[in-house]
């Protein structure tokens, strides 16, 4: 029977946030982002292990209490130069099997909500490809130039904004990872492949914290789902 696991990125630093602090432990709610990303995965019974993978230099993990958690969440201090070499090294270290499916959610979209991880799931489990979470595009599109003067106006019919959890099986994305490095998510990788995952619909709340401003939506978000 196939099983369901979670890895998490969280080797990087995200400089676009103009902090000493690592993205990843930046506070939000009276806790590290990352505490917030992994507790709808590790709060999911489907799923039976959270991989954390973190750079071989943490040492500001273990500072925290992840006791919420138990011994779902496992960490791996085995992070690379690139997203694509951290998913890649947590994947080969989890040792899973080949059939086995994995959600790869960023450690920096604190507010996936359950009802969202739920339905990527239900939709992808008998899926021959995988696929992710996303939502259409609703915004005008605009194409610039260097000098940031609009060239044009990008149709935006069929064009969807990638999310995550990606949710792929290992062998899968193992190989995926393995002839395509150059990616900025899963998704890419397997699509470099030939192949074509699926489109799950999320919602704009399951956004990435990018920019300090970020912080604030992020904050309010959860303080409120909270408050409930």
């Known amino acids: 029977m196939t099983s369901f696991y979670a890895l ?16 990843q432990y930046l506070p939000i709610a009276g806790r ?21 993978v973190l750079s071989p230099d943490d040492t500001l993990f273990q500072g925290y209490d992840w006791s919420d958690f138990g011994g779902k969440l496992q960490t791996l201090y085995c992070g690379g130069e690139t997203r694509a070499d951290t998913v890649l090294n947590g994947l080969i270290a989890s040792e899973l099997e080949p059939d086995d499916w994995v959600l790869v959610h960023d450690a920096a979209r604190p507010c996936l909500t359950k009802a969202h991880l739920q339905k990527l799931i239900d939709e992808l489990k008998d899926d021959a490809v995988g696929g992710i979470l996303a939502v259409k595009v609703a915004d005008t599109i605009k194409r610039a130039d260097d000098k940031q003067r609009v060239l044009h106006t990008e149709d935006r019919a069929g064009l969807w904004q ?15 990872l393995q002839q395509c490095k150059s990616v900025t998510d899963e998704a890419s990788a397997v699509e470099a492949m030939g192949l074509n995952p699926r489109l799950v619909a999320g919602d704009a709340s399951n956004f990435k914290v990018t ?6 939506l992020a904050e309010l978000l959860l303080r409120e789902r909270t408050c409930a």
């Open 32 to 52: 590290p982002m990352l505490y917030h990303a992994l507790k709808t995965l590790c709060d999911c019974e489907q799923i039976e292990s959270v991989f954390v």
């Open 8 to 23: 998490v990125p969280a080797a990087g630093f995200g400089a676009r946030m103009g902090h000493e602090l690592p993205k």
């Open 162 to 176: 990638a999310q995550t959890p990606q949710m792929f099986r290992l062998e899968l994305l193992t190989l995926a």
């Open 211 to 216: 920019y300090p401003e970020d912080l604030r």
